[in-house]
Structure formats: structure tokens, C-alpha cells
């Protein structure tokens, strides 16, 4: 079955370090990856994607992503954290062979809690 | 301006009843979603209409019935509502195929239902 996998229910970082959040799937062939951010009473935004092309993804809000075929894993990275990222971040594939359709497969989310 | 609305964001009803939830997109978007947002979090579409055709159904009860009237509203209608409707539901669109960003979904602020 394929299916994303986020470990860790929680990721405490301290304002200013680095934070990597986990996404690992298991989904035939090269899917394409997301991720998306959820603050409190708000709905899903899109913060990046990887298609094609080169593993290193930049996208919104100073957030990076890295695909590793090998690992089947798309590791959500910032280098330097903020309070105001607490949220939660939600890793997503959509199979390429979806039959054309554009179905996402979430993982279970992971709460991103940054300190002061 | 809104780019994904649904209406109301909170919804409080007795088990039994049936409920409504519209949805509407002003980007010009072919596609529009449904998904659920269990009180864990856990995030799974629902349903998808194309140019108001559906094309995808991931087994959901016939309780549920979504309605395109065009294809900038995605309404999503509930039957006889159950305990275990009480979730956030969140309404979603994504750009033509052919598009750079087809692949990205754009999501609504979501719907809390709450079945007593």
C-alpha cells in the first residue's frame, strides 16, 4: 500500500537552531513530493514541492527540502528557526501513476514547537 | 481577496440531520477537493471533481454526496449525520493540467462539524 510516514509526532527546537522535520514514503515509481504547513485554525499552505530536477527544494518562509531516492525520504530543513514556524507541517506524495489525477497521500503531520 | 472559501467554518448539529458545506474558488482553477481532518489530524481526501465531473471517490459513505454546480463551487452534502462526522473538512482546488503548478492544491480555511 502506499503510504507516507512522518516519525515523529513532535519536534521541539529551540528559536534559532536548525530543524529538520522527517518524511519518509513508500510509493512506486518517482512521485511527486510536498510539503504543507497548518497553523492553529487555519487551513493547509503550501510551503514546496519536488518534481524534477535538482534534490535540494527551496520554498516559502526560508524552508528547504532534500529528496533522497535512495532513502524514499523528503526531509523538511530550515537553518535557522522561528517561533512564529510552530505549526504543523504535513509531508505529501502524489503517485505518478495516479491516472492523471492529482491525489495526494498525507502523512500524519508533525507539530513543529519552537522556544524562545 | 479569499482565493478558497467554504462556508459556515463552524457547523454544530444534532446526529441525524443533514448539513451542507459549500465551497467556492475564485483562481480559476479545474479541480476541486474534499478532505478529512480526523481529531488526530490525519488528513485523507475524499472527493474530486474535474471540469464538474467527479473523478476520484475514496470510499466514502453514501451519506456523502458533493455537488459542482460549476467549476468554481465544490458543495458537499451530508446525510443523516453521525458522531463520527465531527471533523474539520477542508475544501481544495488545483490549477488546469498543463499549468506550471498543476500539481499544487490551494486549500480553504476549513469546515469544523460537530455531530452531538
Redesign the interface.
Known sequence: AQSVAQPEDQVNVAEGNPLTVKCTYSVSGNPYLFWYVQYPNRGLQFLLKYITGDNLVKGSYGFEAEFNKSQTSFHLKKPSALVSDSALYFCAVRPRLSGGYNKLIFGAGTRLAVHP | DTA?SQTPKYLVTQMGNDKSIKCEQNLGHD?MYWYKQDS??????MF?Y?NKEL??NETVPNRFSPKSPDKAHLNLHINSLELGDSAVY?C?S?PP?GQVD?????????TRLTVL
Do not use: E, R
Request: charged share 15%; aromatic share 16%; proline share 4%.
Open positions: 478558497v479541480t488526530k489530524k490525519f488528513l485523507k481526501i474530486s474535474n473523478i476520484i477542508f481544495a488545483s493540467l498543476t500539481d499544487t492544491q490551494y486549500f480553504g480555511p476549513g
